[in-house]
């Protein structure tokens, strides 16, 4: 039985360096809580195959685990060269249009024309990761001329951001939608949606999706802070994903807007995900750069429900380290007297309606008398959230009869999801928290649990039961 020392939740990215059953199972037994399926890449039967390995990886360790489909979105990017690259430099003046000839020193082509459309004089176009930096200083009927500020090198197919600006383009490709498809009818647990702009555009993708998985809205562009409230009101879950997020504003924004996102997410009772160049180095190292641990620690500190690993895992050379290395550092962080401090301290109060003063209360009462855990037994998933809000110290386990809720609830802070079938009453939910918490080293005879439900028992969203519980 696989237990974890700690609440913070690992996200890893399957790919080439990681997509063997072995390399799966040994990063599940390393510490991995969820899997990320990355549709930039591979095909869908490829994802298919590794979501197999999955399942059945959640059956041999008796463990659920979440499973997140990452949608590709709108990728912009330049032509290509002549030569397959030209050298700029500071100064140099370059034309954008849309002629689909190979490019040279004078010209390339861009082939999306709702940007040209959309960039004015004095609009910024970053290319490779804001590595090249060009200003635009004349606009035409269907071309740009832009005006080289930084940079050495631009070369085939570079993507490209443009910052502050909303583009009048879909969050949704029709690639994002034969991969939504393929992926809901897989079973994924989360869909991930990038280039999200606007409120319209989670609307969009909660319609397609119509309730088969959670939606997990990647913020990654200015625009989505400025509308940020009303998109976590229509999303399930949120990633901030810094590292587009960080090209298109200022560095010094960005711990800032972490910290907020985090804690606006966190009041909002959803999980949210850290991710993007956590332990960038270690793609090519089997050691993280202390400013790396510290990029991780400070995620921790800041509340996340969970941190994530991209190429880390995906196709570096030391995906079982990172893997280790992560999660060796949030249970550093959680051991830390200033992380708790900090938790308690930002405990939230009951709203205004009696599952939430019941969640509330539970934290409190786990904490007097104390209980080696907290048991919600939960149908729709909502009562757990509400007791993740609050991030307690003790371990949360969540019994549900419904296995989709148990894996979603995997990517949320502390959460333990167990599938149950033999559950119909609350007297049945009792036994069974003391069953699980003993099976899974959380309790032992003598100890005690608190345990919420509702009455009438399994109605959605009642309840209004809190007992303290002896384990026998």
Known sequence: MITRNRNTKIVATIGPASS??????NLFLAGVDVFRLNFSHGAAADHKERLGIIRNLEKKH????????DMQGPKLRVGKFKDGSIDVKKGDVIRFDLDPTEGDETRVCLPHPEVLDALDKGAQILVDDGKVRITI??????????????????SNNKGFNIPNVMLPISALTDKDRKDLTSALDMGVDWIAQSFVQKPADVAEAKKLIAGRAALMVKIEKPSAIEYFTEILDLADGVMLARGDLGVEIPPENVPATQKH???QVRASGKPIVVA??????MIESPTPTRAEAS????????????????????AGDYPLESVTIMSKILEKVEADTIYRQQMDDRHLDAEADPSDAITVAADQVAKDVKAKCIVNYTTSGLTVLRTVRQRPALPIISLTQNMSVARRLSVSYGVRGIHVTDVDNF???????TIVAKERGFAKKGD?????????????????????????
């Open 20 to 25: 063997s059953t072995e390399m799966i199972e």
């Open 62 to 69: 008796n463990r659920c685990v979440s499973v997140i489909a």
């Open 137 to 154: 200083i004349e606009k035409g009927d269907d071309y740009l001329v832009g005006k080289v500020m930084a940079g050495k090198k631009l």
């Open 261 to 263: 996102v985090i804690r």
């Open 276 to 281: 993007t160049q956590m332990l960038e180095s």
């Open 295 to 314: 990029d991780v620690a400070n995620a921790v500190y800041d509340g996340t429900d969970a941190v994530m690993l991209s190429a880390e895992t995906a």
């Open 427 to 433: 007297a049945d939910t009792v036994a069974k928290a």
């Open 448 to 472: 005690k649990l608190v345990l919420t439900a509702g009455v009438p028992f399994g109605t959605p969203g009642s309840t209004n039961a809190l007992r303290i519980v002896w384990v026998d």
